[in-house]
Structure formats: C-alpha cells, structure tokens
C-alpha cells in the first residue's frame, strides 16, 4: 500500500536520497532504521507530501504523491518528529478539532473513542501544554489516527519517553500495525526488534538493508546497524 520506487532527493549538491525503493503492505509494521542524517525524516515528508522529491515516484493506497497529493494525505495520519500541537487548547478540544479538519462525522465521540484508546483519560480536562512528553506523543498518535487512516507513518514516535510512557506507545503502535500500514523511523537498534515486523536499514540516503525481524536474521541486523553507527 506504499510503493517506493528510486526516490531521489538533492539539495543543492548533497544526495539526502538516492535512488531509493521498497514498498510496504498491509499488516506490515516497517522500521526505517539508520543513523541521525541518514534520510528517514526526508522520506517520510516525501511520502506525507510535505516535501517533492528530486527523481521517483511514490504512490499511498493506488494514489501517486504528484497528482492525488489530497488522496494521499486522506489515507495517511502522521506523526511528525517533532509533534506540531496546540499547546493552548485543551486535549479533548484539540482531537475534536483534529477529527473535525480529517472530515470526521461524528467528531466528539470519535475524539472521546481516541482518548480512552491512547489512555489519555486522566489528563483530557488539561491543556496540551501542561501535559509531558509522554502524553504529548499520546496526544500526537491519538490525531494520527483519529481519522482512521490506512497508513501509518511515525517519525520517532519513542524519543524521550520514559520506561512505562515507552511500553505503552509500542503497544499502541503493534495493535494498530494489525490492520494498517505502519511505517515508523528511529536510530534505535531495540525499538525495531521491540515493534516491528520488517526493518530497512539506510545510510546517506541509500538502503543498505532490507529484513524481515525473524530469528535468522535479528543478529546479522544488528551487526550491519552498529557497523553504521560506529
């Protein structure tokens, strides 16, 4: 349901992408894993239209980013590395504003369903900006999927996070990789073994490696990531 082919991004002379493809099915919770730099962030606003590409093409759900660029952000909910929220309004008012933006019909219970979902219960009657970096990323996940999107895509959504704030956002992340499109970066070796199902390693903008995380390979993964970050 993502479809990657030889994407290319420039700035001035220095390659962020090069010619890079791999695609992403349904059921599939992705780890695009590599060093700070690496190119994952680029991709990511590639993919979620925020940026075009040099050369390639990428399509979401059958809809190519050059010519259905509102299709494509219609499938996607996104989590951004650092989480664009309202820091003044309140969590409820805010997912019900996010609900209402993703063309929610029912928006108010919609956004209670999301806070019950992301455990944000305790906190829904605070304002975003009193809350911690834990809840904040609930708050960020809970928008992300408020629309009930097809495809996932989370640029470091564990950064930060506390011992117990961490265990709760990877379940969160597992149970909805069951039925969507997951794809989510980081430059931590245990956060792909702990959530995903696949990891694509890339490094100067190129991949480098591309596996399944079964018990065959869990350890040559390892090895080739620590080889990068070195």
Do not use: W
């Not at 495809?151 to 069951?178: A, C, H, M, Y």
């Amino acid at each position: 349901m993502i479809e990657i082919k030889d994407i290319t991004k420039t700035f001035g002379q220095q390659y962020a992408l090069d010619h890079v493809s791999f695609s992403v099915a349904k059921g599939e919770i992705v780890g695009l894993l590599g060093p700070n730099g690496a190119g994952k962030s680029t991709l990511m606003k590639i993919i979620t239209c925020f940026i075009p590409p040099t050369e390639g093409e990428v399509s979401v759900c059958g809809h190519s980013i050059y010519d259905e660029a509102l299709e494509v952000r219609r499938h996607i909910g996104y989590l951004p590395e650092l989480n664009p929220l309202y820091p003044d309004m309140y969590v409820r008012e805010y997912l019900r504003f996010a609900a209402g933006l993703g063309g929610v019909k029912d928006r108010v219970r919609r956004a209670d369903e999301m806070i019950e979902l992301t455990g944000l219960t305790p906190e829904a009657h605070k304002k975003i900006g009193q809350l911690s970096k834990g809840y904040r990323q609930r708050v960020g996940l809970a928008q992300a999927l408020i629309h009930d999107p097809e495809v996932l895509i989370l640029d470091e959504p564990t950064t930060g996070l506390d011992p117990n704030q961490l265990e709760f956002i990877r379940s969160l992340i597992r149970t909805s990789g069951k039925e969507k499109v997951v794809l989510l970066s980081t430059h931590i070796m245990q956060e792909v073994e702990a959530m995903c199902t696949r990891a694509v390693i890339i490094n100067h903008g190129r991949i480098v490696a591309d596996e399944s995380m079964n018990d065959l390979n869990a350890k040559k993964l390892t090895e080739q990531f620590h080889k990068l970050t070195e």
